[in-house]
């Protein structure tokens, strides 16, 4: 069995490079891997419509769909940035969406996926704005504008994540976020954490357990692979660079 794991492509438009790598790269896996696990923030903001994806993603939905088809099965766990998905999978393929992550079975291990988003206990701002936008009223009210209109503050919104983003990592590094919290999955009873969210990719094999973290999609093109019962991080050398 081969799986696949990545996070953090921030996916814009179709003719971006880190959109054309990731269709590359999906098209490359096809009849090739047996699970494909998205860690949340594929797209810089996604949310269901029960009849439509947003035009930029309709490329993205397309290459998982031929993803599907050739006997991969998917597993999309939301991230701070796509949330609400069910409705654009239902129809369209089948997919496994995770809210808020889960537990997955990889030959008898428990493998933890997360986005990552609530691994710090002491980002309460994020914790707040996070029970705001998984709120079911704002849920309705998404479904009553116009995807246009969310469309456009989505984008004006991402430029302030972005400045949040990067102040962040300064504040809390990665590890000193992850690998207390992946400590206390293991005790927990999972053997290994994969997680996204900080774009810092790095494997730790810790007391207990594994800690694969992936990196991003945006220039560093890392993901995290598993077979024969071993995670290895890797990055994808696109044939467009």
């Given at each position: 069995m081969?799986?696949?794991?990545?996070?953090d492509a921030h996916l814009r438009q179709p003719s971006d490079d880190n959109y054309r790598a990731l269709l590359s790269f999906l098209t490359t896996q096809e009849g090739r891997i047996d699970l494909l696990v998205l860690l949340g923030d594929i797209c810089e903001f996604l949310v269901g419509y029960p009849g439509s994806v947003f035009p930029p993603y309709v490329p993205l939905f397309e290459a998982l769909a031929r993803l599907e088809h050739s006997g991969t099965r998917?597993?999309?766990?939301?991230?701070?940035?796509?949330?609400?998905?069910?409705?654009?999978?239902?129809n369209r393929f089948p997919?496994?969406?995770?809210?808020?992550?889960?537990?997955?079975d990889?030959?008898?291990?428990?493998?933890l996926v997360v986005h990552g988003d609530m691994a710090n206990p002491a980002d309460h701002g994020y914790r707040r704005l996070r029970f705001v936008l998984r709120s079911r009223p704002l849920r309705l009210l998404i479904r009553l504008l116009p995807a246009a209109w969310?469309?456009?503050?989505?984008?004006?919104?991402?430029?302030?994540?972005?400045?949040?983003?990067?102040?962040?990592?300064?504040r809390w590094p990665a590890r000193d976020i992850l690998i207390p919290y992946a400590q206390a999955q293991f005790a927990a009873g999972c053997q290994a954490v994969v997680a996204g969210h900080f774009h810092q990719p790095f494997h730790e094999k810790l007391t207990g357990g594994e800690l694969i973290a992936l990196g991003d999609w945006i220039t560093q093109y890392s993901y995290a692979s598993w077979e024969d019962g071993e995670f290895r991080l890797e990055a994808y050398r696109s044939p467009i660079d």
């Open positions: 081969r799986a696949v794991f990545l996070a998917i597993v999309y766990v939301e991230g701070n940035h796509d949330f609400h998905l069910e409705p654009s999978f239902r997919c496994r969406v995770l809210p808020d992550g889960g537990i997955i990889l030959a008898g291990r428990q493998i969310t469309w456009a503050i989505a984008e004006r919104m991402s430029l302030i994540s972005k400045r949040s983003r990067n102040d962040k990592s300064r």
